[in-house]
């Protein structure tokens, strides 16, 4: 099946008219201290989302020349390097097999849009906000990019983003993974790695498919996260030939 394509000129207009309702409903004015778009957003049966921007928003700028909207089709996990790109630039062409031009198709951002070094900074670095208030605060923003993308699966950059969004957007308790426990040792007690769930949300018609990784900047080299990148790879299978038959994107 074929999505329609609705990536047309309006779609960077809009961007910039959600960046601007979150401006105005959060007052925050400098990009410093949040960003909301890691590529365009256009219709596309698979979007990722973490759990909130990285950096400090004391000493964090912008690189020169920065296109905010991605107007030519900009994506972070294919034009940037940081340590989670480096993750999931490979994890996605290898799941999905496709290759970098049309991994722009796949729309990523964040559950909160604030900024932090970390979830554990994030209270201290946001002037006493916490990570809850943070997530209602970005809702409404989110909710509009998530019903533009409609998607059929979402990747989840850390267990706590599907928590959050399930919190935010779910109709119910996220049930039993439909793959057994993937774990990993973690101190006293073992992490989970990966786990899957059938997600009915009251922002989609339909159920949607959630892989949710343990955040992949501190768990990727474990080897535990080869079974989650091997159940991805079948179990998205469908989705990857979605995206090979629509193709890279016009990039106007």
């Not at 999905?96 to 849009?113: E, Q, S, Y």
């Not at 039993?176 to 949300?201: K, Q």
């Amino acid at each position: 099946m074929t999505l329609p394509d609705l990536t047309t000129s309006s779609e960077t207009e809009l961007m910039k008219e959600l960046d601007g309702q979150f401006r105005e409903r959060s007052g925050l004015t400098e990009r410093r201290h949040y960003s909301i778009f890691y590529s365009r957003i256009p219709s596309s049966p698979l979007m990722i989302l973490g759990i909130n921007p990285g950096g400090n928003p004391t000493t964090w700028t912008m690189p020169m020349g920065a296109d905010e909207f991605c107007s030519a089709w900009q994506h972070d996990y294919v034009d940037e390097r940081y340590e989670i790109q480096a993750v999931m630039q490979p994890l996605l062409r290898k799941v999905l097999g496709v290759n970098d031009a049309i991994l722009r198709r796949i729309p990523k951002t964040n559950m909160v849009f604030r900024r932090s070094q970390g979830v554990s900074k994030f209270k201290e670095q946001q002037s006493g906000m916490t990570m809850d208030a943070a997530l209602q605060e970005a809702a409404p923003t989110l909710e509009k990019i998530v019903r533009r993308v409609s998607p059929k699966a979402i990747i989840f950059e850390g267990l706590e983003a599907l928590s959050m969004f399930n919190r935010t957007f779910g109709t119910g308790d996220l049930g039993s993974s439909l793959v057994d426990p993937v774990t990993t040792p973690n101190g006293r007690h073992r992490a989970l790695i990966y786990s899957v769930h059938e997600l009915r949300t009251s922002i989609l018609p339909e159920p949607i498919l959630a892989c949710a990784l343990a955040h992949p900047s501190k768990y990727a080299r474990r080897v535990e996260f080869r079974t989650a990148e091997t159940d991805m790879t079948t179990r998205l299978a469908p989705i990857g030939a979605i995206l090979r038959e629509m193709g890279p994107p016009t990039r106007k």
